[in-house]
């Protein structure tokens, strides 16, 4: 494990500059070995709470602006891979000490769910914020907030994996950070270095989040995770987009299940 500093100075540590990863040829992921002959490749499923992490699956609850109903496919779990779990609990006990814990809002996911915000749901509002958006256009657009359903074994999903978490920091026990935005807000206001790029004056709420979103990256870039560009709460460990971001030589995990 790499420790970039105290959480105080996680606070003030940039985050790269992400346009590298954004403007990276559409279908790149896609061309990641998965090490099925990998010991990991067969790791279980595991429900984080047992490993005393703090969550509840979005799309399984009703409280989840701007949904607010539950999706049909849904489950009320919780489930990641063990070393991610594992992970997890390590960033954890890194933020304990100052009273912070992480809340995850979604890991495993059915296809169900991906299929209905993909096909459906984000590319309904997104033309509805600019109704110039069709064809490839609006598909493009989609694809970076949420990716297709497939059913190619060469090319899963992230987080029909088991190795992505959606996630942010709160107090123990308590409210969460604040971080700029809507936890799924599919704009550029979630981009992971949106605030790093900010050219005015900053309000204290921006200055806030800049400061909230730094922390959450860093802390989980010290246990090997890699953050998704678009998204600052996107994380993932052993999945094609981490082997892709990371250097390693293939992705340790591919499809998990249905």
């Known amino acids: 494990m790499s420790v970039f500093g105290s959480l105080e100075e996680l606070r003030a540590r940039p985050i790269p500059d992400q346009s590298p990863i954004r403007n990276k040829p559409q279908g790149w992921r896609a061309k990641i070995r998965i090490d099925r002959d990998g010991a990991a490749f067969s790791e279980p499923l595991v429900d984080i709470h047992a490993h005393g992490l703090a969550g509840e699956n979005f799309y399984h609850s009703e409280r989840n602006p701007p949904y607010w109903h539950s999706v049909e496919g849904s489950v009320p779990d919780l489930l990641a891979r063990k070393s991610v779990a594992e992970k ?3 960033v954890n006990a890194r933020l304990k000490p100052q009273g912070l814990e992480l809340y995850v809002f979604d890991a495993w996911r059915p296809r169900a769910v991906q299929a209905y915000f993909h096909d459906v749901w984000v590319p309904r509002e997104l033309q509805k914020r600019d109704p110039s958006l069709i064809g490839e256009a609006l598909l493009r657009e989609v694809g970076r907030y949420w990716s297709a359903p497939t059913t190619n074994e060469d090319a899963p999903a992230p987080h029909s994996t088991g190795s992505a978490v959606d996630l942010t920091v709160r107090w123990i026990g308590g409210e969460q950070l604040w971080m700029g935005c809507l936890f799924d807000d599919a704009s550029a206001v979630s981009h992971r270095d949106r605030m790093e790029t900010h050219s005015d ?7 806030e ?50």
């Open 201 to 207: 004056p900053m309000s204290f709420s921006d200055t």
């Open 88 to 90: 997890l609990a390590a």
């Open 209 to 258: 989040a800049l400061a909230n979103r730094r922390l959450l990256h860093w802390v989980m870039r010290e246990q090997g995770f890699v953050g998704y560009s678009e998204e600052w709460w996107h994380f993932s460990y052993g999945d094609q987009y981490w082997a892709g971001i990371s250097g390693a030589p293939a992705a340790l995990y591919g499809k998990a299940k249905d």
